[in-house]
């Protein structure tokens, strides 16, 4: 009997916790996920028209903070720009299984591609306003690219005759 009442215990202090909802989303809002990898963990970013955000980052608790007006504005801007954003197209990229993370963008129900990936047009102009997003809530580093774009290798400029 005891034995039975200690194998209970066990199995249910070894079950897994649901993890805590996410809080509601407004209708108006954008909501930037990062799945996280290995090494770096995933975040969620709400944010309203108002500059309102909440960051919440995987194992930490949500935090609410206020976006200047200027890259709040830059990002809906973006957003209504590229809508609907499940028809932006982005070019396939390679990346680590261990060490590499998607970035995705939701508003108006419409799910935007990685923007981690090579966009062009208003996908890039849209990864550049969640990426002001990131660095201004501090969730991504100054400096630290959401996206690694190959590049064409710079042309020599012509010389001046």
Request: charged share 15%.
């Amino acid at each position: 009997m005891i034995a039975a009442f200690v194998l209970a215990a066990a199995s249910a202090t070894m079950s897994p916790q649901p993890s805590p909802s996410p809080s509601p989303v407004p209708a108006n809002a954008a909501v930037i996920v990062n799945s996280g990898s290995t090494n770096a963990r995933g975040y969620r970013i709400v944010v309203t028209p108002d500059k309102h955000a909440v960051v919440t980052i995987d194992g930490l608790p949500p935090r609410a903070q206020t976006l200047d007006a200027a890259t709040s504005t830059a990002l809906f801007k973006a957003l209504a720009a590229g809508a609907p954003l499940d028809a932006l197209e982005s070019e396939p990229c390679m990346k680590s299984a261990s060490f590499g993370s998607t970035t995705t963008v939701t508003y108006d129900g419409k799910r935007s591609p990685d923007l981690s990936c090579p966009m062009e047009g208003a996908g890039a102009k849209i990864g550049a306003a969640v990426q002001k997003v990131t660095e201004a809530l501090h969730v991504l580093a100054p400096g630290r690219t959401l996206r690694r774009t190959m590049s064409q290798p710079e042309q020599p400029e012509p010389e001046a005759t």
